[in-house]
């Protein structure tokens, strides 16, 4: 047998001290999260040495919650559309096995108008910029050159690359091949961080609406 069996660990916080703790976090700290309140406690004024594991056992074991961790979320407001048809096409790639095991996985590349939802121009390739110029072009080339593109910020449509020297001095970032494209055409480049803000693309996914 072990001979610290049935010997109370040397650290192990006592009753006093939980009912001190309970009082402050009851009171003066009653804000303050799992995290935070062991600095309170460890402040000059009170000068208990705490971690937050244990705050969280002892406020758990008296059904007491940390307070919210995090603010209140902020509110995304919905992006209005584009006033006429063909001025912002919305960009992304899906990836499916589409053929059902009888190819390789391919992707889906869609371009659909931001106003009318339509899909303008879809292409079945392996993801690559090329799959992204051929729609693009047949778009231009039969329906209308859109004013802007709204896309991602994968690698495809935004270069890893840090600036050079001589691009910061001038201003200027580094290009991926489809933004050079982009700029040729005079189409503006709109990315998002949010996937949301795609969803009209992330829920089409369906051969039968592509034409």
Known sequence: MHSNRGKEPWNKISAESKQQDLGLTRGKYLDYNDNHFPEGL????????????????????NRLRSPRKRGVPRHRRQRDRYPQAGMLLQTDGSRYDWEEDRDPWLTLIVYIDDVTNEVLGAVFREEDAAGYFLGLQDICLKRVIPAADYADRRTIFQSPSKATIEQ???????????????????????????????????????PSKIS
Do not use: M, W
């Open 42 to 61: 460890n402040s000059e004024k009170h000068k208990i040495c705490i971690s937050p594991p244990t705050v969280y056992r002892i406020r758990r074991e």
């Open 168 to 206: 910061k001095l001038a201003g200027e970032q580094p290009r991926s091949q489809f933004r050079h494209l982009l700029d040729e055409l005079g189409i503006e480049l709109i990315t998002t961080h949010s996937a949301r803000a795609k969803g009209r693309i992330e829920r089409l996914g369906v």
